[in-house]
């Protein structure tokens, strides 16, 4: 029994099995770590090209605030034709409405988000795309738009007043396929990305 005591500690058979147990899931984490980071990185990726889209929608759309011109124009002289003077507090706009307290364009948001057809489908066509169609993680509390005043144009200009529009995303978060839910990182928030461009017609084209 002794004998056979002595070769069983000896004894090598499996050994390389349970190496590759132990190597093995250090392995696979090494994996999984690559995909997560590869995923996160087109969702970023993603992000930016939807706030980009988005902010040239909007130069060229109806305000997502009711009231805009008025409320920038508030503080014009009464003579036309001359320089657009003194500031006005910018406008956010966000799913729960317009801030300070303009009405919040619905149907002029739900295109700006989903597109003229209303849903999260690149493939679809003869329509115009939304933000969402480029990233589908985005909805429409992930928008936040703001106006200002640029200083641009002048008193009765019949287009309004030219203004600068910033598309920035708002509480997006990774969505991540393997490490998310295990190492607790679906919290982690994708940088806001503002994106700034110059309105146009702020007619609706879409």
């Known amino acids: 029994m002794v004998g056979r005591g002595r070769g069983f500690r000896r004894s090598e058979e499996g050994a390389t099995l349970v190496e590759g147990l132990i190597v093995f899931p250090i392995i696979l984490l090494t994996f999984a770590t690559f995909i997560e980071f590869g995923v ?86 003869g329509t115009r795309l939304g933000m969402c169609d480029l990233n589908g993680l985005i909805t429409r509390d992930n928008v936040q738009v703001t106006y200002y005043r640029s200083g641009l144009g002048y008193v009765g200009r019949p287009s309004g007043p030219v203004v600068s529009i910033t598309v920035e995303s708002r509480n997006l978060t990774f969505d991540f396929f393997f490490l998310g839910a295990l190492l607790g990182l679906e919290t982690i928030t994708i940088p806001a990305h503002p994106v700034t461009i110059t309105s146009e017609d702020l007619s609706d084209t879409i």
Not at 47 to 70: E, F, H, I, N, W
Not at 72 to 94: H, K, L, N, R
Not at 99 to 123: K, M, Q, T, Y
């Open 40 to 125: 996160a990185m087109v969702q970023w990726n993603q992000t930016v090209k939807s706030m980009q889209y988005g902010a040239r929608m909007l130069a060229v759309s109806d305000p997502l605030a009711v009231g805009l011109a008025g409320h920038f124009e508030a503080d014009y002289p009464p003579v036309e034709g001359g320089p657009i003077t003194g500031t006005v507090a910018p406008v956010v706009c966000t799913s729960g409405g317009c801030a300070p307290g303009l009405e919040l364009n619905e149907a002029g948001l739900d295109r700006l988000v989903f597109g003229s057809d209303g849903i999260c489908d690149p493939s679809a066509a």
